[in-house]
C-alpha cells in the first residue's frame, strides 16, 4: 500500500492526515509488516508551484528519508519510491541513496521510478522538462549499472558519463528491483523493455487487460525474458459495512465479498495489488489494514 500522510494530494488524502506525523506513520508501516503487507511506498516531489499546491498541496515527505527511517521501525515488509522522478538527479546521487537504503534495511528495496510531470520541478533543477522521457530511459540504464554488484560501476551514455568512481556500501540485493510507473504510452514500453516491474496510474479495470497485453508484446518483441511484476492500485477498500458514507466507488463488504472482488486482478495478469481503505482515523486505518491482512488477503 502507499503510506498515508507522506503525500497529501486532495486526490486521495483522508482529512484526518492533515494532522498526522511521524508517530502515525510508524504504526501504521509496523501494522502492515504484522499484517502481511508486502510492500509500503512513499512519493517523491522536490517542491510544488503555487498554481498546484491547492490540489496537491505542498506535503510530500522525501522517500529516501522516509523508507529509511520507517526500514527501521519494521522487520519484512519491503520499501517502495512510488515512485521516484530520478531523471531529477544524477544517476549516481540517487545510487547512492538508495544504495544505503537496500543496504541499511537489509535487501528490502523495491526503486519505483517515474518520469514526473510538473514542469517547475524540472526547471528550477536545470533538467530538461520535455526531454524528460529520454531523461529517465538512460537513468534507468544508468542505475542497473550504479546499483549492481560492481563497486566501480561504468555507464557511458549520451547524457550520463561515469567509470572509476567507487560506491560503498552495495546494496544488499543482488539485483535491487526496478519498477516503473505510467500509463502512457511511453511509460508502458519503459516498463516492457526495461523494468522488472509496471506500475500503472489510474487504469480501470476495463483497460487493464489490454494495457497488460501491450506490456507482453512489447517485452517479446524487444527480446527480454527475465519475469515481470504487473501491478494494479484497486478501487478504494472497507472491510465489513462502514456506518458512514465511503463514497460510491469504494468496495465494501464482508471479506469474501472483497476476495472475489479482487480476485479478478489475478485473472487479467495482475501479480500485486496496492490498495488503500477508506478512514477517519489512523486507528480505523490500521484495524482496516489488520482485517484485511487476517480475514481477506487469505482469500486471495
Known amino acids: ?9 486532495t ?9 498526522a506525523g511521524p508517530a502515525d506513520l510508524v504504526e501504521i508501516a509496523r501494522t502492515a509488516d504484522r499484517s502481511g503487507f508486502d510492500y509500503v511506498a512513499s512519493c517523491d516531489h522536490v517542491a510544488i508551484p503555487r498554481r498546484l499546491a491547492a490540489a496537491m498541496s505542498t506535503v510530500w515527505y522525501d522517500p529516501v528519508a522516509t523508507l529509511g527511517f520507517l526500514a527501521g521501525v519494521t522487520e519484512r515488509v519491503r520499501l517502495l519510491s512510488h515512485v521516484a522522478v530520478v531523471g531529477l ?12 537504503l537496500d543496504h541499511l534495511s537489509g535487501g528490502r528495496l523495491i526503486l519505483g521510478v517515474g518520469a514526473g510531470h510538473v514542469q517547475e520541478e524540472f ?16 537513468c534507468v540504464d544508468a542505475l542497473r549499472a550504479a546499483l549492481g554488484p560492481d563497486e566501480f560501476p561504468t555507464h557511458h551514455g549520451k547524457l550520463y558519463d561515469f567509470e572509476g568512481l567507487g560506491q560503498q556500501p552495495r546494496p ?24 522488472d516491474g509496471w506500475l500503472p496510474q489510474g487504469d480501470p479495470r476495463d483497460r487493464l487487460p489490454e494495457q497488460i497485453a501491450r506490456v507482453r508484446r512489447l517485452r517479446e518483441e524487444a527480446g527480454v525474458s527475465d519475469p515481470l511484476t504487473v ?28 476476495a472475489e472482488s479482487l480476485g479478478a486482478y489475478r485473472a487479467m495478469g495482475v501479480h500485486q495489488i496496492q490498495v488503500r481503505f477508506r478512514s477517519r482515523s489512523r486507528s480505523e486505518l490500521t484495524d482496516q489494514m489488520a482485517a484485511f491482512g487476517a480475514e481477506v488477503a487469505p482469500l486471495l
Open 89 to 100: 538527479r544524477h544517476p549516481l546521487l540517487t545510487a547512492k541513496q538508495y544504495a544505503t
Open 172 to 195: 544488499a540485493q543482488e539485483r535491487v528491483p526496478v519498477w516503473v510507473g505510467g500509463s502512457s504510452p511511453a511509460a508502458v514500453r519503459r516498463a516492457a523493455v526495461r523494468g
Open 1 to 9: 500500500m502507499q503510506l498515508p500522510v507522506q503525500s497529501q494530494s
Open 123 to 138: 526547471e528550477v533543477l536545470g533538467v530538461d522538462f520535455e526531454r524528460r522521457g529520454a531523461v529517465l530511459d538512460e
Open 231 to 258: 501491478g494494479a492500485i484497486t478501487e478504494p477498500l472497507y472491510v465489513g459495512e462502514p456506518g458512514w458514507s465511503v463514497g460510491r466507488r469504494t468496495l465494501t463488504g464482508a471479506p469474501e465479498a472483497l
Open 11 to 19: 486526490m486521495y488524502a483522508e482529512a484526518w492526515e492533515a494532522d
